[in-house]
């Protein structure tokens, strides 16, 4: 579970940005891990999650990019260096693309969420507070606000696809990412960058 921060500068020019997650690597699709994962919690909901409910959400994992999140920004999903390793898979890809729809601002507010179902709502709850009791009190603040729903039609799970992420990014001139993929914080990206690398994904 990553606590990135990114300045403020950052934030305001960015529409979107690559956020490295904890796949499941025996998972044909690399869905997010559940169950114990390297942050020390037991982790109840998959994050980000395109099954659970009629649309994608992003609930629990990286608070500080979540926290600034505007409609239509986009998350570019890429499975950690250990999860595309033992996958089998030589380099980074992006797995899922989420395309922010709506947002809503805080955890009481998801709980009594109808557009959820229960049984999701109630895995977020219980996952939440799991995460919280180990979260440092700043973090502990920030977690539990700005519950991320993405857009279902612009939104994509791509899974396993071998389509790797460095050339891609290379041939698109963005040679500054490409370098910096293997680092936990990779520059963000803004709206023409975000528009191509999206149009080429989701062919």
Wanted: hydrophobic share 30%.
């Amino acid at each position: 579970m990553s606590n990135q921060h990114l300045s403020s500068e950052e934030v305001w020019n960015t529409k979107g940005f690559l956020f490295k997650y904890d796949a499941d690597s025996g998972d044909e699709d690399l869905k997010d891990r559940i169950g114990n994962v390297g942050c020390g919690c037991k982790r109840g909901v998959r994050d980000p999650d395109f099954w659970s409910n009629d649309f994608p959400v992003w609930a629990i994992c990286g608070p500080y990019y979540r926290m600034k999140l505007q409609r239509e920004d986009v998350v570019f999903f890429v499975p950690k260096k250990n999860s595309t390793r033992q996958a089998g898979l030589k380099d980074y890809i992006c797995a899922s693309i989420l395309v922010v729809d709506d947002k809503i601002p805080d955890s009481k507010k998801v709980i009594m969420e109808d557009r959820l179902t229960k049984r999701y709502r109630q895995s977020y709850e219980a996952d939440l507070n799991e995460h919280l009791k180990n979260d440092k009190p700043q973090t502990r603040l920030v977690r539990p606000k700005n519950f991320i729903i993405g857009d279902r039609s612009k939104s994509l799970w791509l899974g396993k696809r071998r389509d790797y992420l460095r050339p891609i990014l290379q041939t698109l001139g963005l040679h500054n990412i490409a370098k910096k993929l293997s680092q936990r914080r990779i520059p963000c990206l803004n709206e023409g960058q975000t528009r191509e690398l999206y149009e080429i994904l989701s062919r």
